[in-house]
């Protein structure tokens, strides 16, 4: 049982071996070059979502004191605006309606 075990071993680190022994220079340079590019990529969207008026404010929902982080584009605000300002003015027409 000991040996078998023992054999189970050596198998298992001689494919690890031989997998990390197969790994060539130009693969990790490669690897490397992808996450440069990776990064600029990254740099550039951030730019141009401060640009497209992307920004992020900590937000606490009514009935809690825990702020969840709340991230939005400048037209999803207006959006969002627009919206509750249309639901305002419709609880008002709903109100004159029932006065009269």
């Given at each position: 049982?000991?040996?078998?075990?023992?054999?189970?071993?050596?198998?298992?680190?001689?494919?690890?071996?031989?997998?990390?022994?197969?790994?060539?220079?130009?693969?990790?340079?490669?690897a490397?070059?992808?996450?440069?590019?990776?990064?600029?990529?990254?740099?550039?969207?951030?730019?141009?979502?401060?640009?497209?008026?992307?920004?992020?404010?900590?937000?606490?929902?009514?009935?809690?004191?825990?702020?969840?982080?709340?991230?939005?584009?400048?037209?999803q605000?207006?959006?969002?605006?627009?919206?509750?300002?249309?639901?305002?003015?419709?609880?008002?027409?709903?109100?004159?309606?029932?006065?009269n």
């Open positions: 049982m000991l040996i078998k075990l023992i054999k189970a071993n050596l198998i298992v680190a001689l494919i690890v071996l031989t997998g990390c022994a197969s790994t060539s220079e130009s693969d990790s340079q490669h490397n070059t992808s996450t440069e590019t990776t990064e600029n990529s990254d740099a550039e969207n951030q730019k141009s979502a401060r640009y497209a008026g992307y920004r992020c404010e900590k937000v606490a929902k009514t009935g809690s004191r825990i702020k969840t982080k709340q991230c939005s584009t400048q037209a605000r207006d959006a969002a605006e627009l919206a509750a300002k249309e639901l305002l003015d419709q609880g008002r027409r709903s109100s004159r309606l029932i006065e």
